[in-house]
């Protein structure tokens, strides 16, 4: 597969256990917020997302937690799965139409089976 | 199905030449984007285009062209003046303010 992520930081959870993916992000403008899952050799794929009128928002087995004071945004994955080893990236734009979003640099999680 | 269409998955190239990279969507989306990703590095924005026959510069442009003719196709061309063109190429695309829709990618590799 690809070789993303090479030096990436690295979140091992135990399979069944629940896994938590920080993301700090730097725009204080920013107000619309994207998880993405990347698996090797394969494009990012949308998870869940969320807007600054929001603090939380869940979907299935996934939460992402904003908080826009300390320009903190969170994923959290429950009974974590070997399905769910993957690189995650958080991305975030001003909310006005095709803005480019701006990405993070992931976080790889690896589950252990 | 709906989707996004990167093709080749895999493409080489000898130093000094340019070389296109396709990129088709079938969503309807009216804004598409290139996205080059380095192990590490995230994904680092190379184009972008609104509309058809318009389109933006990036952070990482140089190097690289682009066109937009038609709503459905955004090639990019990875020019001989791209100095590292070796990576993981991601197109996306999106409709309004919802998120950006990936192809699967293309990995070039130039010796």
């Known amino acids: 597969g690809e070789s993303v992520g090479l030096h990436l930081p690295t979140l091992s959870v135990q399979e069944g256990d629940n896994s938590i993916i920080n993301c700090a992000y730097s725009?204080?403008?920013?107000?619309?917020f994207i998880w993405y899952k990347q698996e090797s050799g394969k494009g990012p794929q949308f998870i869940i997302d969320?807007?600054?009128?929001?603090d939380k928002r869940q979907g299935q087995r996934v939460t992402v937690l904003l908080n826009k004071t300390v320009k903190h945004l969170s994923l959290q994955i429950a009974a974590t799965q070997p399905g769910d080893s993957a690189v995650y990236f958080c991305?975030?734009?001003?909310?006005?139409?095709?803005?480019?979003?701006?990405f993070g640099k992931g976080t790889r999680l690896s589950v252990i089976a | 199905d709906g989707g996004i269409t990167q093709s080749p998955k895999y493409l080489f190239r000898k130093e000094g030449q340019n070389v296109t990279l396709s990129c088709e969507q079938n969503?309807?989306?009216?804004?598409m984007y290139w996205y080059r990703q380095d192990p590490g590095q995230g994904l680092r924005l190379i184009y972008y285009?609104?509309?058809?026959?318009?389109?933006q510069k990036g952070d990482i442009a140089e190097g690289y062209s682009v066109s937009r003719e038609k709503k459905e196709s955004f090639p990019l061309t990875v020019t001989s003046a791209q100095k590292n063109p070796t990576a993981f190429y991601l197109c996306?695309?999106?409709?309004?303010?919802?998120?950006?829709?990936f192809g699967n990618g293309t990995r070039l590799t130039v010796t």
């Open positions: 969320i807007r600054s009128n929001m």
């Open positions: 996306a695309s999106k409709a309004g303010g919802g998120p950006l829709h």
């Open positions: 725009n204080s403008a920013s107000d619309y």
């Open positions: 991305a975030e734009t001003p909310y006005s139409g095709n803005t480019p979003l701006v």
């Open positions: 285009s609104q509309i058809v026959n318009d389109f």
């Open positions: 969503l309807n989306h009216d804004a």
